[in-house]
């Protein structure tokens, strides 16, 4: 298994070992154990599947209040994503800060963003399933978002023309957001 260091340290891009040949591949994605050893310590206890039928898809920015709050685990089943994590610790030297990277069914590649993170990703390709590892419950009210759009932000995306929830749409800017990371 390989770490790979972000701009925001605590988001981690992870490798595991690929092996392929003439029938196609298989990886180790998940390994407790493994995981332990590179300080990868978080007790997942669901997984959490999406299908996006559409490239442009975006889901996010969502975060829970720190008693319900989520490390999150994502990697692409089929297709891709624009996966993004968002610095939401008012203390922190990278407050407002975000990291986005390329997931895919190709790459195999994993994000693992913890607590204190808002998570959020565009799909690249139709018919896109991301599956994600949690280690807290869903807490409906906890839920909480920013928009995605925020300029404050300035977020990358790969298109503007995104598909979005009700929900989405009405996230407020970081600056407004209901948020109790210190």
Same mark, same amino acid.
């Given at each position: 298994?390989?770490? /790979? $260091?972000?701009?925001?340290?605590?988001?981690? =891009? %992870?490798?595991?070992?690929?092996?392929?040949?003439?029938r196609g591949f298989f990886t180790e994605s998940?390994?407790? *154990?493994?995981?332990?050893?590179?300080?990868?310590?978080?007790?997942?206890? +669901?997984?959490?599947?999406?299908? *996006?039928?559409?490239?442009?898809?975006?889901?996010? =920015?969502?975060? +829970?209040?720190?008693?319900? &709050?989520?490390?999150?685990?994502?990697?692409?089943? &089929?297709?891709? /994503?624009?996966?993004? &994590?968002?610095?939401?610790?008012?203390?922190?030297?990278?407050?407002?800060?975000?990291?986005?990277?390329?997931?895919?069914?190709?790459? $195999?590649?994993?994000?693992? %963003?913890?607590?204190?993170?808002?998570?959020?990703?565009?799909? %690249?390709?139709?018919?896109? +399933?991301?599956?994600?590892?949690?280690?807290?419950?869903?807490?409906k009210e906890n839920d909480r978002g920013i =928009?995605? *759009?925020?300029?404050?932000?300035? %977020?990358?995306?790969?298109?503007?023309?995104?598909? =979005? *929830?009700?929900?989405?749409? +009405?996230?407020?800017?970081?600056?407004?957001?209901?948020?109790?990371?210190?």
């Open positions: 298994m390989k770490l /790979i $260091k972000t701009k925001l340290s605590e988001v981690l =891009l %992870i490798e595991t070992p690929v092996y392929g040949d003439h998940y390994n407790k *154990s493994t995981f332990n050893e590179f300080g990868i310590e978080n007790n997942f206890i +669901q997984d959490n599947h999406s299908f *996006s039928a559409e490239a442009g898809t975006l889901r996010g =920015l969502h975060y +829970q209040l720190n008693e319900a &709050a989520q490390t999150k685990l994502v990697r692409v089943l &089929a297709g891709a /994503i624009y996966d993004v &994590a968002v610095d939401i610790r008012k203390n922190s030297s990278t407050y407002g800060h975000w990291v986005g990277v390329v997931l895919s069914e190709s790459n $195999k590649r994993q994000l693992l %963003i913890p607590k204190g993170f808002a998570h959020g990703f565009c799909t %690249i390709t139709p018919n896109t +399933q991301v599956l994600y590892k949690v280690d807290n419950y869903y807490s =928009l995605w *759009s925020d300029p404050t932000l300035n %977020i990358d995306w790969p298109t503007n023309k995104v598909i =979005l *929830s009700d929900k989405d749409q +009405q996230h407020p800017l970081l600056n407004e957001a209901d948020n109790d990371f210190n």
